[in-house]
């Protein structure tokens, strides 16, 4: 199946500006049945959950709606699916939770190749506990982060591993699977931050080998929240802290105060979209994500590589992004202007490719790129061969 992206942009407001985006791994543009979901949670009536009144069951069926939802996309129970401000948020409050059972000596593992929400929560609260931080370096020259790199770190004092299922800023996919049974074969947890990763392929939780797992929906055209998935059981054993009155149960006991019903509203909204890109996929929810997932990745695969040949016809210019699996997420520098040069050049031009180090600062350095980073170039559903063609001319005709 391939993807109608003319009725895929169609569908998106903030594409009328003209701008040729390639922003997307910071945070993707909204399509309209997403804006009318948010707008008519809050239009009808809303209290806090409960079944007695009008507003108390539209709440309890955004929440449960939204649950099921995410369940689906990442192949999760919606019974261990919790939500957050955000992914970070979310990190945290795991990381503090989990480092109650930690103590010196026990060793947590965080790699280099990570977004620094996926480091700082598990190496400050490592440092709280007095346990071992363990750091794992991918290859600078291939962008690969080898599972024997992770094993050669393991050992019976690891309680836990942090590591990504697609870079932010290079789009490196490890293989999680083969991480996971090494995580698992002493006695560790993996946690999994799939932000980047649930943007551009599908998400199966158990078979990723992820004990936790979190994701952020407005990368996948949804509002701003965070997402934890877990197994419900896993959940049970953890005691977070929490108000007095507060549910105990899960996963409301990993929920600190009332959920932005609407942005839930928002969420499950995005996840429906998603399911329909790919048309004529039939099945459930879940069946027709993995087929426009498919559908979107053909995609995405086929404008990444007429980027890379573009790229490659270029003096001067180095791109990082290197490895056998990664997502259509490329940095890169050219020779005679800074990122944040070619930012600025190309946003003149009206085309949107932010610089930085988009947080992954520890990666960043690897790279010998510094705190200032490349200049990334991220594909989205709506992303078009025309947006493709007018930044390479763009490119080509870049004063140096």
Same mark, same amino acid.
């Given at each position: ?342 930012? *600025? ?19 960043? *350095? ?35």
């Amino acid at each position: 199946m391939a993807l109608d992206i003319d009725a895929i942009r169609a569908q998106i407001p903030a594409l009328k500006s003209g701008t040729a985006r390639f922003d997307a791994p910071g945070g993707t543009q909204t399509p309209q049945p997403v804006i009318d979901a948010v707008a008519d949670a809050l239009a009808a009536p809303l209290a806090n959950r409960g079944r007695n009144t009008e507003g108390e069951r539209n709440a309890d069926r955004i929440v449960t709606g939204a649950r099921a939802a995410l369940g689906d996309l990442l192949g999760a129970d919606p019974r261990g699916v919790v939500f957050g401000r955000s992914a970070t948020q979310l990190a945290y409050d795991l990381s503090r939770t989990l480092a109650k059972t930690w103590a010196p000596g026990d060793e947590v593992v965080v790699t280099r190749l990570d977004h620094d929400s996926n480091i700082r929560p598990w190496t400050q609260a490592a440092r709280a506990a007095g346990a071992t931080v363990r750091w794992v370096d991918f290859d600078p020259a291939t962008g690969e982060l080898p599972p024997e790199h992770v094993e050669a770190v393991l050992n019976p004092r690891t309680r836990l591993v942090a590591v990504t299922a697609a870079s932010n800023l290079i789009g490196t996919m490890p293989d999680l699977p083969a991480v996971a049974r090494l995580t698992h074969g002493v006695g560790a947890l993996l946690h999994v931050d799939a932000v980047h990763y649930a943007s551009h392929a599908p998400v199966d939780r158990e078979a990723l080998g992820a004990d936790t797992l979190v994701c952020s929906p407005y990368k996948f055209l949804g509002p701003h929240l965070g997402v934890l998935a877990a197994r419900p059981e896993f959940l049970e054993t953890l005691s977070p802290d929490k108000l007095l009155p507060s549910s105990d149960a899960v996963p409301e006991r990993f929920e600190l105060g009332t959920l932005p019903y609407e942005l839930l509203a928002g969420a499950r909204a995005a996840v429906d979209f998603l399911a329909d890109l790919a048309p004529g996929a039939e099945g459930g929810r879940r069946e027709r994500l993995i087929a426009s997932f498919a559908a979107l990745e053909a995609h995405e695969d086929t404008l990444r590589a007429r980027i890379e040949r573009g790229l490659a016809e270029l003096d001067g210019v180095t791109v990082y992004s290197r490895a056998a699996r990664r997502t259509p997420t490329l940095l890169f520098t050219m020779a005679g202007l800074t990122p944040a040069e070619v930012y *600025r050049l190309l946003a003149e031009r009206g085309i949107d490719a932010p610089a930085g180090s988009f947080y992954a600062v520890e990666a960043s *350095r690897h790279l010998g790129l510094g705190d200032e980073g490349g200049v990334r170039v991220g594909l989205a559903p709506y992303s078009g061969a025309d947006d493709v063609d007018r930044l390479l001319t763009a490119l080509h005709a870049l004063p140096r």
